[in-house]
Nanobody, 123 residues
């Protein structure tokens, strides 16, 4: 089993920065290939944000966040971070992290999910 717990969400003004964290636990976590961040804005479907390969650190971003968000990991702490900068009101969403044995942008590839953390960007 894998448990994922997000933290660090909150309220920030447009143009500001925020870092959210995803702490993983469970004996099965180290067998997973990648961790991704997804988000669900009010009234919208959940969408892919970024993913990182745990062994190599390779990253991939959605076009909407490229250049503004940075995903990173600390394997010693079993923690993945999403540093968000130049935030816009349209970034307001519940942010979820998820673990995958395959990686990629497809939510179906991710077997374990956290409960989410709210990020609100005011204009």
């Amino acid at each position: 089993q894998v448990q994922l717990v997000e933290s660090g969400g909150g309220l920030v003004q447009a143009g500001g920065s925020l870092r959210v964290s995803c702490a993983a636990s469970g004996s099965a976590f180290r067998r997973h290939y990648a961790v991704g961040w997804f988000r669900r804005a009010p009234g919208k479907e959940r969408e892919f944000v970024a993913t990182i390969t745990l062994s190599t650190g390779n990253t991939y971003y959605a076009d909407s966040v490229k250049g503004r968000f940075t995903i990173s990991r600390d394997n010693a702490k079993n923690t993945v971070y999403l540093q968000m900068s130049s935030l816009k009101p349209e970034d307001t969403a519940v942010y979820f992290c998820a673990a995958s044995a395959y990686g990629g942008v497809n939510q179906g590839n991710y077997a374990y999910w956290g409960q989410g953390t709210q990020v609100t960007v005011s204009s």
